[in-house]
Nanobody, 127 residues
C-alpha cells in the first residue's frame, strides 16, 4: 500500500522551530521529487518547497525562503522540512506529496502535478 505520512507538527511560539518529516511506505521515495504544501483555513493549498529525487535541486516560495530548509534521506525513505523563525502566518496544515512525472534531477511548484498526498500535520504558531 502506497502511503505518505507527515509528522512533527505541533504548537510553537513565534520565532521557534519545528522539523517536519514525510515518510513513505510501499514505494521507494528516492525515485520521486517531493513537495511540501500548506493549507490554512479558508485558503487554497499553497506550495512551500520541493526537492528533486536526488536532492540536488530545491525550490522555495518567497515567504519561507531563508527560514525553511528541505532535505531528504533516501536511506530512511524520508524527506524533511526544517522550519525556523516561525511566524503566526505559518499556521496551517502541512502536507507532503510526490511528483512522479517531473524530469529527474528537478522539482516544480505546480500543485496539480503532485499525485500521492499524505494526510497532513498541523502546525500552529502562537504570537
Amino acid at each position: 500500500q502506497v502511503q505518505l505520512v507527515e509528522s512533527g507538527g505541533g504548537l510553537v511560539q513565534s520565532g521557534g522551530s519545528l522539523r517536519l518529516s514525510c515518510t513513505a511506505s510501499g514505494f521507494p521515495l528516492d525515485s520521486y521529487a517531493i513537495g511540501w504544501f500548506r493549507q490554512a483555513p479558508g485558503l487554497e493549498r499553497q506550495f512551500i518547497s520541493c526537492i528533486s529525487d536526488n536532492g540536488g535541486a530545491t525550490k522555495y516560495v518567497d515567504s519561507v525562503d531563508g527560514r525553511f530548509a528541505i532535505s531528504r534521506d533516501n536511506s530512511k525513505n524520508t524527506v524533511y522540512l526544517q522550519m525556523n523563525s516561525l511566524k503566526p502566518e505559518d499556521t496551517a496544515v502541512y502536507y507532503c506529496a510526490t511528483d512522479r512525472t517531473v524530469v529527474a534531477g528537478t522539482c516544480r511548484s505546480r500543485t496539480s502535478r503532485y499525485d500521492y498526498w499524505g494526510q497532513g500535520t498541523q502546525v500552529t504558531v502562537s504570537s
